[in-house]
């Protein structure tokens, strides 16, 4: 017997259920992908991409990482950006934080959690530059909302200045990137209104949106 059969389970009748609906999807699909959007989000199980926004296999190419963070260094998340823009062609790329983020609030905490401290570093530092306008929120649900929200904007600003991005752009290739925030309590997306399309639209765009969460 199966470990974990209730799984396979679910998985039969999932795929019976798409293919019922869709008559040879599952055949068509595997011939190839051409996805039109790249999500990159986080890792949080409550926070699943394509049921979010209601897309099939085949139509959101993701990376999912704790607390959402693009990191020039990181090859996982670059390798990724690289294959989805140079390859897949995809025409939009969606940062999507959520509030009550674990990844962030751990960054903002006083605690040694061990190896994830390393990966949340950006994070922390983004905290201190903004600790200012952040500590003049008294409450701490609002403080850590407001940090997911600086988050997403920090790392939409990560994206737009990588050499894939800003290459794409160059090169005349048709790419805008988003920053949009999820509600866990209402299962509710919210654009950060945050759409870049043009190098020259990211200072701007940052510039305003941070000081916005003033
Ligand atoms: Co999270």
Redesign the pocket.
């Known amino acids: 017997m199966r470990i974990l059969k209730h799984l396979f389970d679910n998985n039969q009748a999932w795929a019976e259920h798409i293919n019922t609906e869709n008559p040879g999807f599952f055949e068509t699909l595997s011939r190839q992908q051409a996805p039109k959007y790249l999500w990159i989000g986080?890792?949080?199980s409550r926070?699943p991409a394509n049921e979010i926004v209601g897309l099939l296999p085949g139509e959101l190419f993701v990376h999912r990482n704790?607390?959402?963070v693009v990191i020039q260094t990181d090859m996982n998340c670059l390798s990724v950006i690289q294959y989805a823009v140079d390859v897949l062609k995809v025409q939009h790329i969606i940062v999507c934080?959520?509030y009550?983020?674990?990844?962030?609030q751990a960054a903002i905490q006083d605690q040694d959690l061990g190896l994830i401290d390393n990966w949340l570093r950006e994070i922390k530092e983004l905290y201190y530059q903004h600790e200012s306008l952040l500590d003049d929120l008294s409450d701490q649900q609002e403080r850590l909302d407001r940090m997911c929200e600086l988050n997403v904007i920090r790392q939409v600003y990560n994206v737009c200045h990588t050499t894939i991005v800003q290459q794409a752009w160059k090169r005349g290739q048709s790419l805008s990137v988003h920053g949009w925030i999820y509600c866990l309590k209402d299962g509710l997306l919210r654009d950060l209104s945050l759409c870049v399309t043009h190098p020259e639209e990211v200072a701007a765009y940052y510039r305003q949106s941070a000081m916005c969460m003033g």
């Open positions: 986080c890792a949080d926070v704790v607390a959402n934080g959520h009550g983020c674990g990844g962030v």
